[in-house]
């Protein structure tokens, strides 16, 4: 009688010990954020129109092709001579970075503005009169 009671205790231990690792594995995956479910599925890219510099997304197979209506002073015009200025998408898709010219002081910027057109910021000052090359945002 004694070796039952001691086995159904084991058991029992080996049984709890089972859920609660179950428990604990199921509630880290919640925790974890997923990065494929933030995804836009979106392509931006710089368009010239006239003598002006565009930015625009589009679905991945080009459809539902939108501009970002980016509001800039007189002085600054968005870059395209290469690709090395091309506008890039923050990770969450919600900023949009690109190099600027200010044809004022022929100086290079990256600026930012969400996703809309709005909130137009200098986020890298002109240290010189050298190019910017934007990387891809981390």
């Known amino acids: ?23 604990s594995c199921s509630n880290s995956e919640n925790s974890v954020p997923q990065n494929s479910n933030n995804q836009l599925n979106k392509i931006i ?3 010239q129109v006239a003598s002006e510099i565009q930015i625009w997304t589009c679905n991945y197979d080009g459809t539902n092709q939108t501009q970002i209506p980016i509001a800039l002073p007189a002085n600054l ?3 395209n001579n290469n690709s090395q200025g091309t506008p890039r998408l923050s990770p969450d898709g919600q ?9 004022t002081t022929t100086l290079w910027s990256v600026y930012s503005c969400n996703i809309s057109g709005n909130n137009l910021q200098e986020v890298v000052p002109p240290v010189s009169n050298a190019n910017l090359i934007i990387g891809n945002a981390i």
């Open 95 to 103: 900023t949009v970075f690109f190099v600027a010219l200010n044809t």
């Open 77 to 79: 015009i968005v870059n």
């Open 45 to 47: 890219y710089s368009k």
């Open 1 to 23: 009688m004694k070796n039952f009671f001691k086995t159904t205790l084991y058991l029992f231990a080996f049984a709890l010990a089972g859920v609660l690792f179950q428990i």
